[in-house]
């Protein structure tokens, strides 16, 4: 029976240690604690997951649904604490987490935070009477949490979470909300309690990550590990892999060098490298074919959401599929009649709807643009060379292409509530599944014609891809590079909002963002209020009002959740935003829904582009 106070004390700990390693053996050590203690319960799996700042496994579907308006209410109600106190609060260390410690700690004298694991707790009810409770496990956290996730309203999780609050110490409490809000701050990734784990159970940690990456429950990796039976780990379909990712380069000729061996000669590309147009749409992961749950199809986006409803067409198509496979591709909007991409503006009024009419299906038709195949029958292909994977997925798109298929409208009074899952008779429907034509480049010039086809087609430039490289899910890495020539961009999240003017009174319609710092803390980098079109500013600003996390009047600020890809016409040295730089002419390109926070830019990006400009405009003297 471990508590989570233990968690919360090591947690507290690794927060001020800076070193990988002490942080690798202090968790190394409390995992085997735990483990030593309750070999046999969920305690171990739960220490880990939690310490990862994950409220359920990856594999798991379930969610909390508790954003930051719902935690601080509930913090506001438990601890007394007025909204300006909590507003306060927060502004000290822009963390509700922290903020909610020092409100706990007032509201409670004689409480500490330091209090001995295993000691109950005294608590005023309220009315005077004083209650002795037991300290919180992490078996009734882990109960609590499914509470929450199965609860059909707003007003029982708020209650679960006051629930949890009111028996939490101030340093439980911190933790806790930093746990439920999915980021501990701890300089904790899940990569180090992986190799934790390998320590603790004295495993090779790749076992470990091969175990993971498979199954996506760090929970069950530990009682593997424990247990001696990580290799028995099998890959299960539904839940996201991580996705490859390409690195940028702005010339053919860079291409080239970076696929050029030294000293191989220079005119040529030395390393096999496939071409394949940049497609503007949006990055998914089909799982379909499972032979265990028919016609089950699950389609991912870049950050992990499950978006098959979005997609109703392509779960259709892909029912039909009877081995389990697992794509990487490009959800496209698509015009049939010219076999052409529709432009990402027009696929974006797709993106995030829960529901999709049959006007909607007709005027934003959408296909599946295949790249690569990531997994077959029960076999992973990520270690396979990419020409080998790209063999097995043209003998599987070429078989199942004419099956995937779904009509363009549907008659809607035949969805049921569990949505259509039938397959379409074989040529009934449109063809949904493309393969991405692709071949090996020969030259820079080779590269660069390429280039101009790809923009001929509105495609929005090609990608290079070592022909013997391995896919690396989650990885930027120099095996994938994509050649597009617009000025740099950067992908930011948004961290504040302000209200407009004239038109805009009323609606947060300024935004400020932020790139990554070193230590993975957000950096505010820019200011921007243009780029959007109305009905996406009205859309946001209703967002960030739900997402607030305090409100100053004229100046809120939000969850970091909401990605935006930013352009400028330069980047200058400045002191008014906390990364030292600030972007001159801003504007919003594109809100990136598709994009994970984890993926933004980092200021190290923000450094490296201020270093190409050949005028290095600092503030003030530019
Ligand atoms: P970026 O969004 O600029 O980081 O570029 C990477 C994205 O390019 C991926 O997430 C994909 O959505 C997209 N992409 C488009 N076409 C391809 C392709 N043929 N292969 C791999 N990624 C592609």
């Known amino acids: 029976m471990a508590l989570f106070l233990k968690l919360a004390e090591l947690a507290e700990q690794l927060a001020g240690d800076a070193g990988r390693l002490k942080k690798r053996a202090a968790i190394a050590e409390a995992i085997a604690a735990v483990h030593g203690a309750a070999s046999e319960s969920e305690d171990t799996g739960?220490?880990?997951?939690?310490?990862?700042?994950?409220?359920?496994?990856?594999?798991?579907?379930?969610?909390?649904?508790?954003?930051?308006?719902?935690?601080?209410?509930?913090?506001?109600?438990?601890?007394?604490?007025?909204?300006?106190?909590?507003?306060?609060?927060?502004?000290?260390?822009?963390?509700?987490?922290?903020?909610?410690?020092?409100?706990?700690?007032?509201?409670?004298?004689?409480?500490?935070?330091?209090?001995?694991?295993?000691?109950?707790?005294?608590?005023?009810?309220?009315?005077?009477?004083?209650?002795?409770?037991?300290?919180?496990?992490?078996?009734?956290?882990?109960?609590?949490?499914?509470?929450?996730?199965?609860?059909?309203?707003?007003?029982?999780?708020?209650?679960?979470?006051?629930?949890?609050?009111?028996?939490?110490?101030?340093?439980?409490?911190?933790?806790?909300?930093?746990?439920?809000?999915?980021?501990?701050?701890?300089?904790?990734?899940?990569?180090?309690?992986?190799?934790?784990?390998?320590?603790?159970?004295?495993?090779?940690?790749?076992?470990?990550?091969?175990?993971?990456?498979?199954?996506?429950?760090?929970?069950?990796?530990?009682?593997?590990?424990?247990?001696?039976?990580?290799?028995?780990?099998?890959?299960?379909?539904?839940?996201?892999?991580?996705?490859?990712?390409?690195?940028?380069?702005?010339?053919?000729?860079?291409?080239?060098?970076?696929?050029?061996?030294?000293?191989?000669?220079?005119?040529?590309?030395?390393?096999?490298?496939?071409?394949?147009?940049?497609?503007?749409?949006?990055?998914?992961?089909?799982?379909?074919?499972?032979?265990?749950?028919?016609?089950?199809?699950?389609?991912?986006?870049?950050?992990?959401?499950?978006?098959?409803?979005?997609?109703?067409?392509?779960?259709?198509?892909?029912?039909?599929?009877?081995?389990?496979?697992?794509?990487?591709?490009?959800?496209?909007?698509?015009?049939?009649?010219?076999?052409?991409?529709?432009?990402?503006?027009?696929?974006?009024?797709?993106?995030?709807?829960?529901?999709?009419?049959?006007?909607?299906?007709?005027?934003?038709?959408?296909?599946?643009?295949?790249?690569?195949?990531?997994?077959?029958?029960?076999?992973?292909?990520?270690?396979?060379?990419?020409?080998?994977?790209?063999?097995?997925l043209e003998s599987a798109v070429e078989r199942l292409v004419e099956a995937v298929r779904s009509p363009l409208t549907i008659d809607e009074r035949t969805r049921g509530a569990q949505g259509v899952m039938f397959a379409e008779p074989e040529g009934v429907g449109m063809e949904r599944l493309m393969l991405s034509p692709s071949r090996l480049v020969e030259s820079a010039d080779d590269i660069e014609r390429a280039y101009a086809e790809a923009r001929a087609r509105s495609n929005e430039g090609v990608m290079l891809k070592a022909a013997a490289s391995f896919y690396q899910p989650g990885r930027r890495g120099l095996a994938w590079v994509k050649l597009k020539r617009e000025l740099a961009t950067l992908d930011v999240v948004v961290t504040g909002a302000e209200f407009g003017h004239g038109k805009r009174a009323g609606i947060l319609s300024d935004y400020t963002f932020a790139v990554r710092g070193e230590g993975g803390e957000l950096l505010n980098v820019g200011k921007a209020y243009s780029g959007l079109t109305d009905a996406e500013i009205a859309g946001m600003s209703a967002w960030m009002m739900e997402h607030t996390l305090e409100d100053q009047g004229y100046f809120r600020t939000v969850e970091p959740l909401m990605v935006l890809e930013v352009a400028f016409n330069n980047i200058m040295r400045s002191s008014r935003h906390a990364s030292g730089f600030a972007l001159r002419f801003p504007r919003i390109i594109r809100i990136r829904s598709d994009k994970p926070v984890s993926e933004i830019d980092t200021v190290e990006r923000v450094e490296e582009i201020y270093q190409s400009q050949v005028d290095k405009p600092v503030e003030g003297h530019a």
């Not at 707790?121 to 496990?137: D, I, K, M, N, Y």
């Open 46 to 392: 739960l220490f880990a997951l939690y310490l990862a700042g994950t409220p359920f496994a990856e594999a798991d579907s379930r969610k909390l649904n508790a954003g930051g308006a719902l935690l601080s209410k509930a913090l506001l109600a438990v601890s007394g604490a007025t909204d300006p106190e909590l507003t306060a609060a927060y502004r000290r260390h822009g963390d509700l987490g922290a903020a909610a410690f020092d409100l706990l700690e007032h509201s409670r004298p004689g409480s500490s935070s330091g209090s001995r694991p295993g000691e109950t707790h005294v608590r005023e009810s309220g009315h005077g009477a004083p209650r002795v409770e037991a300290r919180l496990t992490l078996e009734e956290v882990a109960a609590a949490f499914a509470a929450m996730a199965a609860a059909g309203t707003t007003a029982i999780r708020a209650r679960l979470v006051e629930g949890l609050l009111r028996r939490a110490s101030p340093l439980e409490a911190k933790y806790l909300l930093k746990l439920m809000l999915g980021d501990m701050r701890i300089g904790v990734k899940q990569s180090l309690v992986e190799e934790a784990i390998a320590v603790a159970a004295s495993v090779p940690v790749e076992e470990v990550r091969h175990a993971v990456m498979l199954e996506a429950d760090l929970a069950a990796a530990v009682k593997r590990a424990f247990a001696g039976t990580l290799a028995e780990a099998r890959m299960r379909l539904f839940h996201p892999l991580g996705f490859m990712l390409a690195s940028p380069v702005t010339s053919p000729e860079e291409a080239v060098e970076r696929f050029t061996e030294k000293g191989a000669e220079s005119a040529g590309v030395s390393v096999e490298a496939f071409l394949e147009d940049k497609y503007d749409g949006m990055r998914a992961q089909v799982h379909c074919g499972d032979p265990e749950q028919h016609g089950r199809v699950a389609i991912y986006s870049r950050n992990r959401e499950d978006v098959t409803a979005s997609f109703p067409e392509l779960e259709e198509a892909f029912a039909s599929v009877q081995q389990p496979l697992i794509f990487d591709g490009e959800i496209l909007g698509w015009e049939f009649a010219t076999a052409r991409a529709l432009p990402f503006a027009v696929l974006a009024q797709r993106i995030g709807r829960k529901r999709v009419p049959n006007e909607v299906r007709q005027q934003i038709p959408v296909v599946f643009m295949a790249f690569d195949l990531m997994c077959a029958n029960e076999e992973l292909l990520l270690e396979l060379p990419l020409r080998e994977r790209r063999n097995r």
